[in-house]
């Protein structure tokens, strides 16, 4: 059984910083039939639209009747460990510094067999559930855990390769004014992050909550307005090296189109806070988080970016700040292949209007703070890279993947 | 060069004319008006590097800056307020520049405003300060010195559930400096030359409402007040020349004799 992670040694500082390695990082693009899953957390086989046999590895047509067309279909993620083996010796570097390393066949319930990563709690012949996972290369991967869950399960080496844990990792949250910033900074602590550092802008104005989150265990607050260069890069020098996972909680939401409203002012503050604020965090932040890819058990591992749903589609009530999210989203996109060589991901939360003074008018459904920070920390511990977090924004997924035009119309009424 | 300002520039060197800088750092981090969310809201000051004798520019520095017409120290001009929308040379490009150089009465209210953040300066205070000091001269700055430049910039906001508290004057005082003693304008140290509470008055925001309707002028978030005579010191205070600009940061100085 897999011993609890104990909190990690303070660093050797006449040791060299260990250089991220990717695993093996070229796949087919029907492969990323299996990244797309892995990136949401579902779980599924390639399919046959013709003849709807699954099948594993992805191909590029069926083996059964050789239709090139060819989907994903979930099933069960459930099956059987059939043989394991140890790799004592791998002549990839990434996994020649991580071993010995664990791999073996599942047998699944729905018929095909998988050669896996297997987590050290499976036992040889016994019940496992396989999820595809991102691993450091951020491609999917078979990953075979025991079913049921093992205690301190997170905590296995592999394991923790294939997540984003917050345990005993240091956490930035950028904005700790706002009822998400501290929802976000509770349940990290709650999860066990050995510190949370809380961005604080203009410490001179008051904010509800402020005295209950200078109390959190393992909370320091720290000043960062996200709108001045000058700041973000003063606390980059401060603890830019100390940070392992980010979660950018900003948001300068307003109301109103492009027509009602007067001049570009309003529109600039939401770029400012939303995609100018992130590319200054990238330019501060990103570059150590990169190099820190493989520092430890606490190595640099995640940045978390919170988005409304509008980012995806734009939302004419409240176009110009739609505009400005989907720019935010944009560069966030490529803040991920920038920061993947680093073995960083960059992980994408998406939300409905949310429980925000600025929603008020809006009818709920509504997303509460409590419950987007309740998945980001699950998104971390499962590894996701995309996550749509209440009804509004999994009915939006829906039917953007339905009929994207369908949905711009719809919108627009 | 005639002999007034060979005379003046040698007092500058030769200390017996000192010049006291009555202006904040503008930076980002100092504190801005705070308006309700839903209006308009003014720009702090924002500092983004173009080259640093780097590959962006090998031998130079300099940087682009932003921010609002009303950030740091700063100027107001009567457009500024409704009540001066409609005069004459009302923005910062059309007032006339010997309008920029004016001596000034520094009324101490540092004590007041000790003991009562929402200290407001009141026609008795004046009265005081012009048995102390004389009259007011028509066309002369009055600033009121507070102290208030002196606290971190949480006490300078001084914001609460109910808004700012931070001392200014009160409606009867400036309609007694602007009609009865023709002043030429009305400086503070406090983020406003209103006081924290001053929508409350009636009329709201008197020191912009009776300043700016009668064609003049304000200045605010001064410094260094302290270092100030009661009456004579000369402000040196000439704003951006923005074509109808509002107000606009400056350097504010003051040439003190002895």
Redesign the interface.
């Known amino acids: 059984m897999t011993a609890p992670l104990p909190p990690p040694k303070r660093k050797n500082p006449l040791k060299r910083t260990r250089l991220p390695v990717s695993p093996p990082d070229l796949r087919s693009r029907q492969s990323h039939l299996l990244t797309r899953a892995a990136a949401e957390g579902r779980f599924g086989l390639p399919t046959c639209l013709d003849c709807g046999a699954l099948h594993y590895p992805p191909r590029d047509a069926c083996p059964h009747c050789l239709s090139s067309r060819i989907g994903m279909r979930e099933c069960s993620a459930l099956g059987t460990l059939a043989a394991t083996t140890t790799v004592q010796i791998s002549n990839n570097v990434y996994f020649r510094e991580r071993s010995p390393w664990r791999v073996g066949l599942v047998t699944l319930d729905a018929g095909p067999g998988v050669v896996a990563h297997v987590h050290g709690d499976c036992a040889d012949g016994g019940r496992v559930r396989l999820d595809w996972r991102l691993d450091r290369s951020g491609n999917a991967t078979a990953f075979a855990v025991p079913d049921p869950p093992s205690p301190n399960m997170m905590d296995d080496p592999q394991m923790r390769e294939m997540t984003l844990d917050p345990k005993h990792r240091r956490v930035l949250v950028t904005d700790g004014r706002t009822a998400l910033g501290q929802a976000m900074a509770k349940a990290l602590s709650d999860a066990g992050a050995a510190l949370v550092f809380v961005g604080i802008a ?5 904010f509800p909550g402020s005295e209950r989150l200078s109390a959190m265990r393992g909370v320091e607050i720290m000043p960062l ?1 996200m ?5 973000v890069n003063d606390l980059a020098d401060a603890i830019g090296a100390r940070v392992d996972i980010i979660v950018n909680t900003g948001a300068h939401i307003r109301p109103g189109g492009l027509l009602e409203r007067k001049g570009v ?2 529109a ?2 939401e770029l400012e806070a939303g995609y100018l604020a992130l590319l200054r965090l990238a330019q501060g932040f990103g570059p150590v988080m990169r190099f820190r890819g493989a520092d430890g058990a606490n190595s640099a591992c995640a940045w978390v970016n919170v988005f409304s749903i509008y980012a995806q589609m734009a939302w004419p009530a409240y176009g110009a700040w739609s505009a400005a999210q989907a720019a935010m989203l944009n560069a966030s996109l490529s803040l991920r292949g920038e920061l993947r060589p680093g073995g960083v991901r960059v992980v994408h939360v998406f939300t409905g209007p949310t429980e925000d003074e600025w929603f008020q008018p809006l009818p709920p459904p509504k997303v509460a703070a409590g419950q987007i920070a309740s998945a980001v920390v699950d998104a971390l511990r499962r590894g996701l890279e995309d996550v749509y977090v209440g009804d509004v924004a999994q009915d939006f997924r829906a039917r953007l993947d339905l009929n994207p035009k369908a949905l711009e119309r719809e919108l627009g009424q | 060069m005639s002999g007034t300002l060979t005379a003046m520039l040698a007092a500058i060197a030769g200390g017996g004319v000192k010049v006291v800088d009555l202006t904040f750092t503008l930076s980002p981090e100092f504190p801005a008006l705070v308006l309700p969310p839903e209006l308009g809201q003014c720009a702090p000051f924002r500092m983004e590097e173009v080259s640093r004798y780097d590959p962006r520019g090998p031998a130079w520095y300099w940087n682009n800056i932003s921010m609002s017409e009303h950030c740091g120290t700063h100027y107001d001009a009567p457009i500024h307020w409704v009540t001066g929308k409609d005069l004459p040379n009302n923005s910062v490009d059309t007032i006339p520049v010997e309008r920029f150089l004016a001596p000034a009465c520094v009324i101490d209210c540092s004590a007041q405003a000790a003991a009562d953040p929402d200290f407001v300066l009141s026609t008795g205070d004046i009265a005081a300060f012009e048995r102390d000091h004389g009259r007011i001269p028509a066309g002369w700055w009055v600033l009121m010195r507070t102290d208030w430049s002196k606290r971190d910039f949480t006490g300078y906001a001084n914001l609460r559930e109910d808004g700012a508290h931070t001392p200014g004057p009160s409606p009867e005082a400036m309609r007694f400096l602007v009609d009865e003693r023709g002043i030429l304008g009305f400086g503070t140290e406090t983020i406003g030359t209103d006081a924290g509470q001053a929508h409350h008055f009636a009329p709201p925001y008197p020191a912009h409402h009776f300043l700016h309707g009668a064609g003049r002028y304000g200045l605010q978030c001064l410094c260094n007040l302290d270092l100030l005579p009661p009456r004579g010191a000369v402000i040196v205070a000439a704003p951006l020349k923005i074509r109808q600009g509002s107000g606009s940061p400056l350097r504010v100085l003051a040439l003190v004799e002895g």
Not at chain 1, 227 to 231: G, L, Q, R, V
């Open positions: 203009e410490a001179w104005k008051p307005d709108t001045d260069t000058d700041s002012t309003v600039r503050e």
